[in-house]
């Protein structure tokens, strides 16, 4: 495994990238409703025809709009689907609980439905162990892979089962300040005010069945020992200030996957948003090769 810092990245390489995204329009915008394993999931297409595909998955409680500080400069290079998880945002709220394997097979389903043969994934939280699943059990679709926040278990039930009674006394009122003390720095809950009101509102209007069906997929998660099949280039990338994973968490596990880069960003659990310029140019440059 390769761990770097930010500071040992060629930053002169990505920053070059990004001019040329800059100049470079993105096109060809899709948001609309598709069916896929028998369930109606909402997703989003940015980003010009005939461009490599890359999928963004969302964070427990998020929605696609998670990734609208990436979609400007990614949809110039690629052809980006964006998705709501089910559960979650549009997408409709099958009867749970849900599995990994459900959820990887919804990226699954979607890329069949759209005809696209191989896609670069980037998962955040629950999106990244869905990248892990689909990595193992659907490696001919995936190209490059970046997991982000993320963990292949989430230990013993008992913290899983708590959250979930919670829920299902108090609704999502009961834990939305606490997510978003786990998400983000201090610093950044004060930058980022009118974006962090938007996700606490999106946390708020999340279902609370498809929330809990999604809690119960990762809650039955194991994948430690399917680490070592992934054969896809990756890059797994870590928070300093991320209670859970933790920097040495997420180190621990990326070292099992053969050949996995490590990348530690000075932020909390949505790195995507808490370091945006750094998460962003990091991750071109890594799908696109450089």
């Known amino acids: ?13 990505a920053a070059a990238l990004l001019r040329k995204a800059q100049e470079t329009k993105a096109s060809c915008t899709m948001d609309r409703m598709f069916r896929v394993n028998g369930t109606d999931l909402r997703a ?16 427990l409680g998020a929605t696609l709009e998670m990734w609208e500080p990436q979609v400007a400069a990614f949809s110039r290079e ?6 709501d998880t089910r559960g979650h945002g549009r997408s409709a709220v099958p009867p749970g609980p849900y599995t990994i394997d459900q959820l990887g097979s919804d990226v699954v389903g979607l890329l069949d439905t759209l005809g696209i043969r191989r896609a670069h994934f980037c998962g955040l939280s629950m999106g990244g162990a ?47 300040d606490g997510i978003i003390q786990r998400w983000f ?25 498809g929330y809990i069906g999604c809690c119960a997929a990762l809650r039955d998660m194991d994948q430690r020992a399917e680490l070592t099949r992934i054969s896809t280039p990756t890059l797994v990338i870590a928070g300093t200030y991320d209670p859970a994973p933790t920097p040495e968490a997420a180190q621990a596990w990326a070292s099992t996957i053969p050949d996995a880069r490590f990348l530690e960003l ?19 440059t890594f799908l696109l090769g450089e």
């Open 185 to 209: 720095t201090a610093d950044a809950i004060t930058r980022h005010a009118v974006t962090l009101e938007r996700i606490k509102q999106t946390l708020l209007q999340t279902p609370v069945d």
């Open 130 to 176: 869905t990248g892990m699943w689909l990595a193992v059990h659907a490696a001919t679709h995936i190209d490059r892979l970046v997991l982000c926040n993320t963990t292949p278990w989430l230990g013993p039930p008992e913290a899983m089962d708590a959250r979930i009674a919670t829920i299902r006394r108090e609704g999502m009122t009961a834990l939305v």
């Open 1 to 13: 495994m390769t761990a770097f810092h930010t500071r040992r990245y060629d930053l002169r390489t």
């Open 266 to 284: 000075p932020t909390a659990h949505l790195s995507n948003i808490g370091a945006a310029g750094e998460f962003n140019q990091q991750v071109l």
């Open 44 to 59: 989003r297409i940015d980003g010009p025809d005939g461009a490599p595909w890359l999928v963004l998955s969302n964070s």
């Open 78 to 83: 690629f052809r980006v689907l964006r998705y």
